[in-house]
């Protein structure tokens, strides 16, 4: 994943969308389903960006289908000097079949307003402790980032819930303290959630940081992403860390490793650990080690006849309740990545880059559903993980 600047770090959908220059009138927007899965109401973006002067009022944007209106959030990017929008995010939610392709009309600076979205809506709610999603709730300080996830009953734990860094002398980091917050959408579709701030690391070295949270109004997942910018090259690792209580045990777990691997929590000190590495000093392939907490032995690895390359995603399942993950980028990148899991509900993504490098991410996706996830879930963590193809064209 490229390095990109903290002033442009936004957060989209898991959806591709390349940019196009309209003038007042229309432009078509082609989805695509490339990952053969069927998806249905999935959360889809497309970015478009207006010639000068084409669009003034962002309610005279408007999504078809044939002749029907699709329902429809638009945010404005940025504008011209002029004041005319420059730059619009628009998000919606598409039904598409297995490598599929719909067309879709964007209708600019029409004479027929959009109507607003009445059904489904995502509201956020601020307070001075926290910021209400539906039903979850984040912190203002992101050392303490997920407050809620009341589906059915709360299934947060007392755990690190938190992004963390580690440096070069071996010292963790959270990544909190003094921050701003930006509402970038405010929904009904697509709620979007911005922090920025610094952590202090020894010898006065500030590393600044962007956290980014979506949500959604169709599927009841969160992608987090933070973005670390590090010209020094102290950070050696970076992590999210999730608490999650799920009730009594057996607890099931699951990694996607090509055919699938799966076992079984019966108290608090169990745990599973899965282990990527990918580059060039260091052998391909993946790893499971299992056991108690600190002792834990190898149980699966890749071999021959089975793929080198693990995929990141998996579910950690109680009795009632479920979450499926999803870690983007897995393997990709030169470096060694590790999902842990544990019978105290922690679940912590790791990476730790191959060399030394001056910026950091690190974007995983997690899916609140009822247990068993086969059922509870509206989609699946490959689908969730795989964002759906979007092109403009004018």
């Known amino acids: 994943m490229r390095p990109i600047s903290l002033l442009t770090a936004i957060l989209a959908l898991p959806v591709t969308g390349i940019a196009a220059h309209a003038a007042p009138g229309t432009l078509a927007v082609v989805v695509r389903e490339t990952a053969g899965i069927r998806r249905g109401n999935f959360p889809t973006q497309a970015q478009v960006h207006l010639a000068r002067g084409a669009l003034q009022d962002i309610s005279k944007l408007r999504l078809l289908s044939g002749e029907d209106e699709v329902p429809m959030q638009a945010s404005i990017g940025s504008r011209w000097p002029d004041g005319s929008i420059r730059q619009v995010e628009l998000n ?196 499971i080690s299992t056991g108690p907490q600190g002792s834990e032995r190898l149980y699966e690895q890749a071999t021959a006849d089975r793929p080198a390359q693990a995929t990141g995603w998996g579910h950690l399942q109680g009795a009632a309740r479920a979450v499926a993950f999803a870690f983007e980028e897995f393997g990709r990148r030169p470096g060694k990545y590790s999902i842990a899991l544990d019978g105290n509900g922690q679940v912590v993504f790791r990476f730790t880059p191959e060399h030394p490098v001056t910026a950091h991410s690190i974007s995983v996706y997690e899916h609140y559903v009822a247990s068993p996830a086969a059922l509870g879930a509206a989609t699946s963590p490959v689908a969730m993980s795989s964002p759906l193809v979007v092109t403009l064209e004018p």
């Open 92 to 287: 919606f939610n598409t039904s598409i079949a297995p490598l599929g392709e719909l067309r879709y009309l964007v209708e600019v600076g029409g004479a027929v307003p959009a109507r607003p979205v009445s059904s489904e809506r995502l509201d956020l709610i601020e307070s001075s402790d926290g910021l209400q999603v539906g039903k979850l709730r984040f912190a203002r300080q992101p050392a303490a980032l997920l407050q809620s996830v009341a589906f059915g009953h709360e299934i947060v734990g007392d755990g690190l819930n938190a992004f963390s860094i580690v440096d070069a002398n071996g010292a963790t980091y959270l990544l909190g303290g003094d921050v701003a917050i930006e509402i970038v959408k405010p929904g009904p579709l697509a709620v979007q959630i911005r922090y920025t701030g610094a952590v202090q690391l020894p010898d006065d070295y500030a590393v600044p940081f962007v956290i980014t949270l979506e949500v959604p109004n169709s599927k009841s997942w969160v992608k987090y992403e933070a973005r670390i910018e590090d010209p020094r090259r102290r950070v050696r690792e970076v992590a999210f860390n999730t608490s999650f209580r799920l009730g009594q045990f057996p607890w099931v777990w699951d990694f996607g490793t090509g055919n699938g691997s799966y076992g079984a929590f019966r108290n608090a000190n169990d745990s599973a650990v899965l282990t990527q590495v990918f580059g060039s000093l260091q052998p391909i392939g993946w790893q």
